[in-house]
């Protein structure tokens, strides 16, 4: 390690970066300076180049120009391995890790531990177990990844690049899909890094995360280098205003239809619903033009109670019943049949279709609920595509552009408007504002108020309490794969929400009830 | 361990398939049998081991079986015509068949091709280069190969395993401990897993592509050589079609025809069992020997669709795992 620790010498210095995807100019000579010992946050819109920025300085993208130095001498890396060798080490914002591998190998691949060739497996076990435990995870570590949710591969992927042990470590939308426990662990361990004179680069579309843990900030907007500042110096509305490049609409207000909802009629109900080791039963009604937002740590049981009352696990037990009628929920079909939607929160491997289009990708629930023998004409397609891609904001505004070349940002977006785009009764959404950003959030919340407004009944889980907050008419609490606990009205605040969480002796009396 | 309930349903297959040959042929239960059996599949065992490692990283050797047929080709040539000593012309085609494997490996990840189709054309390149080199089938005489042929280890029972077949065993076991001890055989993995990510986590996707064929290629070779040692000359239409019981016996061991998951011993067993089908049939004496094919097909069926049922079970999200320790 070669830290002499010169604050006034960038540890990595990127001067000039362009980069054009055919006519997309994704980055425009872009400057990005980053010190030893420093948190530096990579802001702006979706679609604004942060991921392509990264790609280019760990040579994943070729770039059209600008140089790339780090400690002062120039590099052009052109994999990820040669950015790694020269000190970079990276957490891309779609990365999977290796469902087929152990936990074990995935945090350990191309450098497990050897000897006579052969790789230790048990003294790489006892590693990947040491490592994780940093991370507050106790898990078992032969078993493969993909056995596991999202936020502990997310964690894994994260413990692999700390572990790389470069001089430069950057993450791009870490926190995504962590809970705050995990965040708080991960926050921890950067500033533990940053201490140790190691850059971090930090991608993030939570604006209270960016500034608990950054030291500086640059933004970038439709490609170009739009100002770098200290954080402590900028206000949070000067920031956005960078972001944007216009002031944003005030969306924060309690809803306006508290208590009106007693009134509203039930769209679906689901009484002593459950699957034995998934979710104990419980008893939820969803009314029109409701809100019900569900809350809950990782693993609490939010997204299996999505798939039950979508049908995308079959419940062992209890009755769903559709507008009052005892219906059949055992496939996505049948909820699909029934006028349900569901937006899961693992976009890649459940919802996005790369190599389709925009378009393609949005008519596909519609055409799918419609049978395969009355077609969409080309006309009514286009006509639905560009409807959604204005209403969300889908940029670039080209339906015939594969959707594996939009941002993370826009690729949500396309997915929520595929389900909107079927006219549902009941749209289930797993975290539908994750890796979205401060304009595009406040439309989508936005958005939820106005379906609900037209009948639409809702159910979002979300890992923000504040948002769910906003605009649910209805919150309901897990824990430990059961409901514990529902607030309604006056008693939806983030404190409400955070005890019946925490709330130990209560959820163990309510679980020796069931 | 990875890929361990295929394998044990194709351990159970063949123990099970063997019981019942045995009970209706007694005589199959013997060291002799299971020597020849050895034998006879000495060559397929080779092949499949290398194409193990293909499959699992997500991709397919059609070009095995002409390598093969050209190995016995050039083998024969050059030891009977172009009077090169055996162990010279064994190390040339070596040589040869690796760098034709490195080759179609390179061009995969430089084009960024299917393997499928580069593979499909190294088929008929190397094909249509044997019948280039002879059409007719070239007997071979040299001393060597009556020695290796009359070698062989005694069995208790009176069983014999012969020098292919022990060569064949130690490339089985050597194939193993590479996929499942080295980071070679650990970076086999990722690659099936996802190349872009197995990319972004730092593996030379590249340089293992070339690596993965390469050994595919020498070992076909290898295979080639054990071919012409069993048959005694070089045709160019010898192993026509092997290609295809190779990866039947890959499939039916358990390995994931889509990549990332597999094992050396399941394809082991996989050769086995194609090679008790034949051996029943020939005991039987009145099947028409198409039958191991039709049997080979239906266990490929049931194989497939076994896999796509775990696949399917895997992808559930797995409840009990999903919790972490606060
Ligand atoms: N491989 C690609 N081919 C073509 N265009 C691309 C490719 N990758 C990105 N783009 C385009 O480049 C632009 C910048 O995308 P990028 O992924 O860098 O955005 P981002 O700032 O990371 O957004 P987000 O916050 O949504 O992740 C977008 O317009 C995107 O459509
Ligand atoms: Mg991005």
């Given at each position: 390690?070669?830290?002499?620790?010169d604050?006034?010498?960038?540890?990595?210095e990127v001067?000039?970066?362009?980069?054009?995807?055919?006519?997309?100019?994704a980055?425009?000579?872009?400057?990005?300076?980053?010190?030893?010992?420093?948190?530096?946050?990579?802001?702006?819109?979706?679609?604004a180049?942060?991921?392509?920025?990264?790609?280019?300085?760990?040579?994943v993208?070729?770039?059209?120009?600008?140089?790339?130095?780090?400690?002062?001498?120039?590099?052009?890396p052109?994999?990820?391995?040669?950015?790694?060798?020269?000190?970079?080490?990276?957490?891309?914002?779609?990365?999977?890790l290796?469902?087929?591998?152990?936990?074990?190998?995935?945090?350990?691949?191309?450098?497990?531990?050897m000897?006579?060739?052969?790789?230790?497996?048990?003294?790489?076990?006892?590693?990947?177990?040491?490592?994780?435990?940093?991370?507050?995870?106790?898990?078992?570590v032969?078993?493969?990844?993909?056995?596991?949710?999202?936020?502990?591969?997310?964690v894994?992927?994260?413990?692999?690049?700390?572990?790389?042990?470069?001089?430069?470590?950057?993450?791009?939308?870490?926190?995504?899909?962590?809970?705050?426990?995990?965040?708080?662990?991960?926050f921890?361990?950067?500033?533990?890094?940053?201490?140790?004179?190691?850059?971090?680069?930090?991608?993030?579309?939570?604006?209270?995360?960016?500034?608990?843990?950054?030291?500086?900030?640059?933004?970038?907007?439709?490609?170009?280098?739009?100002?770098?500042?200290?954080?402590?110096?900028?206000?949070?509305?000067?920031?956005?205003?960078?972001?944007?490049?216009?002031?944003l609409?005030?969306?924060?207000?309690?809803?306006?239809?508290?208590?009106?909802?007693?009134?509203?009629?039930v769209?679906?109900?689901?009484?002593?619903?459950?699957?034995?080791?998934?979710?104990?039963?419980?008893?939820?009604?969803l009314?029109?033009?409701?809100?019900?937002?569900l809350?809950?740590?990782?693993?609490?049981?939010?997204?299996?109670?999505a798939?039950?009352?979508?049908?995308?696990?079959?419940a062992?037990?209890?009755q769903?019943?559709?507008?009052?009628?005892?219906?059949?929920?055992?496939?996505?079909?049948?909820?699909?049949?029934?006028?349900?939607?569901?937006?899961?929160?693992?976009?890649?491997t459940?919802?996005?279709?790369?190599?389709?289009?925009?378009?393609?990708?949005?008519v596909?629930?519609?055409?799918?609920?419609?049978?395969?023998?009355?077609?969409?004409?080309?006309?009514?397609?286009?006509e639905?595509?560009?409807?959604?891609?204005?209403?969300?904001?889908?940029?670039?505004?080209?339906?015939?552009?594969?959707?594996?070349?939009?941002?993370?940002?826009?690729?949500?977006?396309?997915?929520?408007?595929?389900?909107?785009?079927t006219?549902?009764?009941?749209?289930?959404?797993?975290?539908?504002?994750?890796?979205?950003?401060?304009?595009?959030?406040?439309?989508?919340?936005?958005l939820?108020?106005?379906?609900?407004?037209?009948?639409?009944?809702?159910?979002?889980?979300?890992?923000?309490?504040?948002?769910?907050?906003?605009?649910?008419?209805?919150?309901?609490?897990?824990?430990?794969?059961?409901?514990?606990?529902?607030?309604?009205?006056?008693?939806?605040?983030?404190?409400?929400?955070?005890?019946?969480?925490?709330?130990?002796?209560?959820?163990?009396a309510?679980?020796?009830?069931? | 361990?990875?890929?361990?309930?295929?394998?044990?349903?194709t351990?159970i297959?063949?123990?099970?398939?063997?019981a019942?040959?045995?009970?209706?042929?007694?005589?199959?239960?013997?060291?002799?049998?299971?020597?020849?059996?050895?034998t006879?599949?000495?060559?397929?065992?080779?092949?499949?081991?290398?194409?193990?490692?293909?499959?699992?990283?997500g991709?397919?050797?059609?070009?095995?079986?002409?390598?093969?047929?050209?190995?016995?080709?050039?083998?024969?040539?050059?030891?009977?015509?172009?009077?090169?000593?055996?162990?010279?012309?064994f190390?040339?085609?070596?040589?040869?068949?690796?760098?034709?494997?490195?080759?179609?490996?390179?061009?995969?990840?430089i084009?960024?091709?299917?393997?499928?189709?580069?593979?499909?054309a190294?088929?008929?390149?190397?094909?249509?280069?044997?019948f280039?080199?002879?059409?007719?089938?070239?007997?071979?005489?040299?001393?060597?190969y009556?020695?290796?042929?009359?070698?062989?280890?005694?069995?208790?029972?009176?069983?014999?395993?012969?020098a292919?077949?022990?060569?064949?065993?130690?490339?089985?076991?050597?194939?193993?401990?590479?996929?499942?001890?080295?980071?070679?055989?650990?970076?086999?993995?990722?690659?099936?897993?996802?190349?872009?990510?197995?990319?972004?986590?730092?593996?030379?996707?590249?340089?293992?592509?070339?690596?993965?064929?390469?050994?595919?290629?020498?070992?076909?070779?290898?295979?080639?050589?054990?071919?012409?040692?069993?048959?005694?000359?070089?045709?160019?239409?010898?192993?026509?079609?092997?290609?295809?019981?190779?990866i039947?016996?890959?499939?039916?061991?358990?390995?994931?025809?889509?990549?990332?998951?597999?094992?050396?011993?399941?394809?082991?067993?996989?050769?086995?069992?194609?090679?008790?089908i034949?051996?029943?049939?020939?005991?039987?004496?009145?099947l028409?020997?198409?039958?191991?094919?039709?049997?080979?097909?239906?266990?490929?069926?049931?194989?497939?669709?076994?896999?796509?049922a775990?696949v399917?079970?895997?992808?559930?999200?797995?409840?009990k795992?999903?919790?972490?320790?606060?």
């Amino acid at each position: 390690m070669q830290n002499s620790l010169d604050p006034a010498m960038p540890l990595l210095e990127v001067r000039g970066i362009s980069k054009s995807f055919g006519a997309v100019h994704a980055l425009q000579e872009v400057d990005f300076t980053l010190r030893a010992g420093e948190i530096h946050a990579l802001l702006g819109e979706n679609g604004a180049g942060k991921s392509t920025l990264i790609k280019v300085v760990t040579g994943v993208f070729p770039r059209d120009a600008g140089i790339v130095r780090i400690g002062g001498e120039d590099i052009a890396p052109r994999s990820a391995k040669a950015a790694l060798a020269a000190g970079i080490a990276t957490v891309y914002q779609e990365v999977n890790l290796l469902p087929n591998l152990s936990v074990a190998q995935n945090l350990f691949l191309d450098r497990q531990p050897m000897r006579f060739g052969i790789v230790r497996e048990g003294e790489m076990r006892r590693r990947a177990k040491a490592l994780l435990a940093d991370f507050g995870l106790d898990i078992d570590v032969a078993a493969p990844l993909g056995s596991y949710s999202v936020a502990i591969q997310h964690v894994t992927a994260i413990a692999r690049a700390v572990d790389l042990s470069a001089r430069v470590l950057i993450l791009d939308e870490p926190t995504a899909s962590l809970d705050r426990h995990e965040v708080e662990i991960l926050f921890r361990i950067m500033r533990q890094l940053a201490k140790r004179g190691i850059g971090i680069v930090f991608v993030s579309h939570f604006l209270d995360q960016v500034y608990e843990i950054s030291d500086r900030i640059t933004v970038l907007r439709n490609g170009r280098l739009v100002g770098e500042r200290e954080t402590a110096s900028l206000p949070r509305l000067e920031l956005i205003r960078l972001m944007l490049g216009r002031e944003l609409a005030e969306t924060t207000s309690a809803r306006a239809s508290a208590g009106e909802h007693k009134a509203r009629e039930v769209c679906a109900s689901f009484e002593n619903f459950g699957k034995a080791g998934y979710v104990a039963p419980f008893n939820l009604e969803l009314r029109h033009g409701e809100v019900v937002g569900l809350a809950g740590l990782l693993g609490s049981g939010r997204t299996e109670t999505a798939r039950l009352v979508f049908g995308a696990e079959r419940a062992d037990r209890g009755q769903a019943r559709v507008e009052g009628t005892p219906v059949r929920l055992q496939s996505p079909r049948d909820g699909v049949r029934h006028g349900f939607g569901y937006c899961p929160e693992e976009r890649k491997t459940e919802g996005i279709v790369a190599e389709l289009t925009v378009r393609e990708n949005i008519v596909l629930a519609l055409q799918a609920k419609r049978g395969l023998h009355r077609p969409l004409s080309r006309r009514e397609q286009d006509e639905i595509a560009r409807r959604y891609v204005k209403m969300l904001d889908i940029r670039p505004a080209d339906p015939e552009r594969p959707v594996g070349l939009l941002s993370g940002g826009n690729q949500q977006k396309v997915l929520l408007a595929r389900w909107l785009a079927t006219s549902p009764r009941l749209l289930v959404l797993d975290e539908p504002t994750r890796g979205i950003d401060v304009g595009a959030h406040a439309e989508i919340i936005r958005l939820i108020r106005e379906l609900c407004d037209d009948g639409l009944s809702l159910l979002v889980i979300s890992s923000e309490l504040d948002e769910i907050v906003t605009y649910s008419d209805r919150v309901v609490v897990l824990r430990d794969r059961a409901h514990i606990e529902e607030l309604a009205g006056e008693a939806i605040d983030v404190g409400n929400i955070l005890a019946a969480i925490a709330a130990d002796s209560v959820a163990v009396a309510l679980e020796a009830h069931t | 361990m990875r890929g361990l309930p295929p394998v044990l349903i194709t351990a159970i297959v063949l123990v099970t398939g063997f019981a019942a040959c045995a009970m209706q042929f007694p005589n199959i239960a013997s060291t002799r049998v299971v020597g020849n059996l050895l034998t006879d599949n000495a060559f397929l065992g080779i092949v499949a081991t290398g194409m193990t490692f293909v499959i699992i990283s997500g991709g397919i050797d059609l070009s095995v079986g002409s390598v093969i047929g050209f190995t016995t080709v050039f083998v024969a040539l050059a030891i009977e015509r172009w009077g090169v000593p055996p162990p010279v012309a064994f190390v040339a085609i070596l040589v040869l068949s690796a760098a034709f494997g490195a080759a179609m490996g390179a061009v995969i990840h430089i084009f960024d091709l299917p393997p499928f189709i580069v593979t499909l054309a190294g088929m008929f390149l190397a094909r249509g280069a044997s019948f280039l080199l002879s059409t007719e089938s070239v007997p071979i005489t040299a001393p060597v190969y009556s020695t290796v042929s009359d070698f062989a280890l005694r069995m208790p029972g009176g069983g014999r395993l012969t020098a292919i077949a022990i060569i064949m065993l130690v490339i089985v076991i050597g194939g193993a401990l590479l996929l499942h001890l080295t980071r070679f055989g650990a970076n086999v993995y990722a690659l099936g897993g996802s190349r872009a990510t197995a990319s972004l986590m730092g593996v030379a996707v590249g340089k293992m592509t070339v690596k993965i064929y390469m050994l595919s290629s020498l070992l076909a070779g290898i295979a080639g050589i054990v071919f012409s040692f069993y048959t005694s000359a070089g045709y160019s239409l010898s192993a026509v079609g092997v290609e295809l019981d190779t990866i039947a016996a890959v499939v039916i061991g358990g390995t994931l025809l889509t990549g990332g998951q597999g094992s050396v011993i399941g394809t082991f067993l996989g050769v086995l069992i194609q090679g008790m089908i034949q051996t029943y049939i020939n005991f039987d004496g009145t099947l028409s020997s198409w039958w191991t094919k039709i049997a080979t097909g239906v266990l490929l069926f049931a194989f497939i669709a076994l896999q796509q049922a775990l696949v399917a079970l895997a992808r559930r999200p797995a409840a009990k795992r999903a919790g972490a320790a606060p």
